[in-house]
């Protein structure tokens, strides 16, 4: 069995579901020790006790940035290093189908966990990383912030944003030897996309499932949902030393979503 990542230690941020999750499983399968953080405790301590002695879960909030500081300062001192910060955490909010009469209550959260997180985790990865012949950042955007589309406009923005934040900082810290990448996942099936939205009514799901459902289930050339573990093998490979001259890319796993429409070509 290859062991890409033997002698790494990573963290992954919102590593206690989906895309996160299945790049946890897959980072420790192939050696790295991995240190993922989530709000869910429940499911992050089941899931350590089912990895062993290669993966530690810390609870972090990443929009708060003392904690994400500890939890940055913990990979340290468990694993003795830092090389690989997948600021991965990240949550849809609300669907904003109605511009003109939004509050966007939820719009201090969305940005704060999506885009404030993945900078103060590039901050805090960064500076360790930049003092110890550098690693490598790889930050969780989406298609829905490259592609225009109805809706979902707090979180398209946040990720349009993470997609040229990746951009600046992989110039900044090049001179560090830190490679900074984005990936930008198309449908994937994860609870993020099951609906299961915490806040919302059931009324307000059933809007969002039948305003989102069958852009999902087609349109993709490739013609099938994307899993977790599709992700996780791009950002295994964006991480690895494979990748070793790419830095400030996005990298669509989208079933060739962004490559064009496949019906109307
Ligand atoms: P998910 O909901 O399955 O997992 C996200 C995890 O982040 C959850 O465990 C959640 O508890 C955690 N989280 C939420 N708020 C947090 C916070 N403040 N601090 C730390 N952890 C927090 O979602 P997923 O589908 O695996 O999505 C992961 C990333 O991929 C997100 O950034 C998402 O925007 C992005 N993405 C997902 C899809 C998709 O179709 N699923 C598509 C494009 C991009």
């Known amino acids: 069995m290859s062991q890409e990542l033997a002698g790494k230690v990573a963290i992954v941020t919102g590593g206690a579901s989906g895309i996160g ?28 006790a089912e990895l062993g002695a290669s993966a530690r879960f810390k609870r972090t909030d990443v929009s708060n940035a003392d904690e994400v500081q500890a939890l940055v ?20 909010g609300a669907q904003h189908d ?29 500076r360790h990383m930049s ?46 030897g830190i490679r900074v990448n984005c990936l930008a996942p198309g449908h994937i099936r994860s609870p993020l996309t099951s609906f299961a939205i915490p806040g919302l009514s059931d009324a307000q799901i059933d809007k969002v499932k039948a305003a ?9 050339p490739l013609k099938r949902h994307g899993k977790p573990s ?18 400030g890319i996005v990298m669509p796993v989208d079933g060739g979503l962004t490559a064009g429409d496949p019906v109307n070509h």
């Open 21 to 48: 999750e299945a790049t946890v499983e897959l980072f420790v399968k192939e050696g790295a020790k991995v240190v993922f953080a989530d709000i869910n405790e429940e499911r992050g301590k089941a899931m350590e």
């Open 73 to 92: 300062d913990y990979a340290i001192e468990e694993f003795g290093g830092l090389h690989i910060m997948f600021n991965n955490a990240g949550i849809s």
């Open 98 to 126: 109605r511009f003109l009469e939004d509050d966007f209550s939820d719009f201090d959260k969305v940005v704060g966990i999506n885009l404030f997180g993945v900078i103060k985790g590039s901050q805090a990865a960064g």
């Open 131 to 176: 003092r110890h012949g550098g690693g490598v950042i790889l930050n969780n955007a989406s298609i829905a912030g490259l592609l225009p589309g109805h809706a979902l406009m707090t979180y398209r923005s946040t990720k349009a944003a993470v997609v040229m934040f990746t951009k600046s900082i992989a110039i900044d810290l090049a001179e560090y």
């Open 212 to 220: 989102v459902s069958p852009a999902m289930d087609s349109n993709q």
């Open 230 to 247: 599709d992700v996780a093998q791009a950002a295994l490979f964006l991480a690895s030393d494979r990748a070793a001259q790419v830095t």
